[in-house]
């Protein structure tokens, strides 16, 4: 089978399978605001998707992106997914001595698209508790150069769960400026931060801030995401769009109504992940040789570190994915550090976490013996 076949395959037998419980790709499982409801399924019965939408979004939303990043004067591009914009920022900044710097552990897309635009990545290794994991700005300093072209930032960080305060984001912004970079300020997990600095505030020549609605709204298979930047900026990244046709005018709708309602829907569910991920902690607590670096994570995910107990992410996905659970190994997300740690979201049904905590001892003793492992994506 070719890669792409074989990926498919994967993921579409955990998207047919009612059973599982998707503790794996941060996603969001809450069930959904019933005004969110409410604008899907009349968007629906008023079948207002037989039009294309604006490219850059339909306005009133593209307004209320800005208005909840706190802002002014700033425009929003709205995506297929932060990953569009993602793609849109690396391909209007990167190529062949124009470079790319970010950490590791971090996303793995935006350094693939960057390689394959003819960039060089260079990856700042943070998992360290040296430096509590986190990019320091003396680190950055030290990597930055006339070639650098981009510097990528996720905050809060996937998988770590770090956040950056203002002056950590100021520090970034500053360093970016001294080299003429731009910065992107991917803060697709920004909803779940006790606090959060959008770089555009500080950087507003320079940086780029990448918003999603997959995360905190549950939007995942809908598709949706932003970046917004100033308007010389968001034209320049603009212009390279491959979707001019817009994006889901279904998704649109239900954004908009997701953002009037954000303050009350984070209050219920912000808790609820945050006990989930409290959860994982007592269980993890019990099992030697077991830790959680970032016990505090800011996003809705915690990374739990396994190479102590001398267990394979591998093995141990494979073992919960056999009951179902889905959990993420490692070496997703870092070549360097995948082989010390798991990742598992948090913004899930209580009653999926119990079974991970309840399934996770006996995996564990299991996972010891396995071997024969088949491909994980
Ligand atoms: C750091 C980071 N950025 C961007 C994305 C992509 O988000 P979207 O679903 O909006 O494309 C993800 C998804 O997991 C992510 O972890």
């Given at each position: 089978?070719?890669?792409?076949?074989?990926?498919?395959?994967?993921?579409?037998?955990?998207?047919?399978?009612?059973?599982?419980?998707?503790?794996?790709?941060?996603?969001?499982?809450?069930?959904?605001?019933?005004?969110?409801?409410?604008?899907?399924?009349?968007?629906?019965?008023?079948?207002?998707?037989?039009?294309?939408?604006?490219?850059?979004?339909?306005?009133?939303?593209?307004?209320?992106?800005?208005?909840?990043?706190?802002?002014?004067?700033?425009?929003?591009?709205?995506?297929?997914?932060?990953?569009?914009?993602?793609?849109?920022?690396?391909?209007?900044?990167?190529?062949?001595?124009?470079?790319?710097?970010?950490?590791?552990?971090?996303?793995?897309?935006?350094?693939?698209?960057?390689?394959?635009?003819?960039?060089?990545?260079?990856?700042?290794?943070?998992?360290?508790?040296?430096?509590n994991y986190r990019l320091t700005p003396e680190r950055l300093r030290a990597e930055v150069g006339p070639n650098t072209a981009?510097?990528?930032?996720?905050?809060?960080?996937?998988?770590?769960?770090?956040?950056?305060?203002?002056?950590?984001?100021?520090?970034?912004?500053?360093?970016?400026?001294?080299?003429?970079?731009?910065?992107?300020?991917?803060?697709?997990?920004?909803?779940?931060?006790?606090?959060?600095?959008?770089?555009t505030r500080v950087y507003p020549e320079g940086a780029v801030t990448v918003v999603s609605f997959s995360k905190w709204l549950?939007?995942?298979?809908?598709?949706?995401?932003?970046?917004?930047?100033?308007?010389?900026?968001?034209?320049?990244?603009?212009?390279?769009?491959?979707?001019?046709?817009?994006?889901?005018?279904?998704?649109?709708?239900?954004?908009?109504?997701?953002?009037?309602?954000?303050?009350?829907?984070?209050?219920?569910?912000?808790?609820?992940?945050?006990?989930?991920?409290?959860?994982?902690?007592?269980?993890?607590?019990?099992?030697?040789?077991?830790?959680?670096?970032?016990?505090?994570?800011?996003?809705?995910?915690?990374?739990?570190?396994?190479?102590?107990?001398?267990?394979?992410?591998?093995?141990?996905?494979?073992?919960?994915?056999?009951?179902?659970?889905?959990?993420?190994?490692?070496?997703?997300?870092?070549?360097?550090?995948?082989?010390?740690?798991?990742?598992?979201?948090?913004?899930?049904?209580?009653?999926?976490?119990?079974?991970?905590?309840?399934?996770?001892?006996?995996?564990?003793?299991?996972?010891?013996?396995?071997?024969?492992?088949?491909?994980?994506?």
């Open positions: 089978m070719s890669d792409f076949e074989e990926k498919n395959a994967f993921f579409d037998r955990l998207v047919s399978n009612p059973n599982v419980r998707w503790l794996g790709q941060n996603t969001n499982h809450f069930p959904l605001h019933p005004k969110v409801r409410e604008a899907l399924e009349a968007s629906i019965r008023d079948e207002n998707f037989h039009v294309y939408a604006p490219p850059a979004g339909v306005e009133a939303l593209r307004e209320a992106i800005v208005a909840d990043l706190g802002l002014p004067g700033a425009r929003a591009f709205v995506t297929n997914g932060a990953v569009e914009a993602l793609a849109m920022i690396v391909r209007a900044f990167c190529g062949p001595g124009r470079d790319m710097v970010t950490t590791d552990p971090g996303w793995k897309w935006p350094i693939l698209f960057a390689r394959r635009a003819g960039a060089t990545v260079t990856e700042i290794p943070i998992w360290t508790p040296e430096t981009v510097i990528y930032l996720v905050d809060p960080n996937n998988p770590l769960g770090v956040g950056y305060s203002a002056e950590d984001i100021e520090a970034f912004a500053a360093i970016a400026r001294s080299v003429g970079a731009i910065l992107i300020h991917d803060s697709t997990y920004r909803d779940f931060a006790d606090a959060h600095t959008p770089a549950g939007f995942a298979g809908l598709r949706l995401g932003a970046f917004v930047a100033m308007p010389e900026l968001m034209e320049k990244i603009a212009a390279v769009s491959d979707a001019p046709l817009g994006c889901s005018m279904l998704a649109q709708a239900g954004a908009l109504a997701g953002l009037s309602v954000k303050a009350e829907w984070m209050a219920a569910i912000g808790p609820r992940q945050r006990a989930n991920q409290a959860m994982i902690a007592e269980a993890v607590d019990k099992l030697p040789g077991f830790s959680m670096p970032v016990p505090d994570s800011q996003g809705n995910f915690v990374v739990v570190e396994c190479i102590e107990a001398g267990i394979r992410p591998e093995a141990l996905v494979a073992e919960l994915g056999a009951h179902d659970v889905m959990i993420r190994q490692g070496a997703y997300h870092t070549p360097r550090f995948g082989h010390r740690f798991v990742k598992v979201s948090t913004t899930v049904p209580e009653a999926w976490v119990r079974d991970f905590v309840d399934l996770l001892p006996a995996a564990v003793e299991r996972a010891r013996t396995l071997n024969d492992l088949s491909s994980l994506f």
